[in-house]
């Protein structure tokens, strides 16, 4: 079992930064990918960035160019960091381990973009 804490997040004004990260209680050998996923009030979960175990990563069209996930070389450490954030960023943001075997998501960290 892999427990996933997320950090990081807060209160930001529009157009500001934060940087969130997700820690994994220990390392996993074989890593297909880990990702950032938020929640909005009333919506569904949905994609926000990944990055693949060889370091590919995509991003969500609403967030490219304002968003960047990186993980540290054991993979037991998933960063985002997001520029220029909008009203529309405010969610609850998880993050997801995905193994071939297993899905691990930690439990949330909130974010709420407003003046």
């Known amino acids: 079992q892999v427990q996933l804490v997320e950090s990081g997040g807060g209160l930001v004004q529009p157009g500001g930064s934060l940087k969130f990260s997700c820690t994994a209680s220990r390392q996993v050998f074989v890593v297909t990918n880990m990702a950032w996923f938020r929640q909005a009030p009333g919506k569904q979960r949905e994609f926000v960035a990944r990055i693949t175990w060889g370091g590919t990563t995509d991003y969500a069209d609403s967030v490219k160019g304002r968003f960047t996930i990186s993980r540290n070389a054991r993979g037991t450490l998933v960063n985002l960091q997001v520029n220029t954030q909008k009203v529309e960023d405010t969610a609850v943001y998880y993050c997801?381990?995905?193994?071939?075997?297993?899905?691990?998501w930690g439990q949330g960290t909130q974010v709420t973009v407003s003046s």
């Open positions: 997801k381990l995905l193994t071939p075997r297993a899905e691990y």
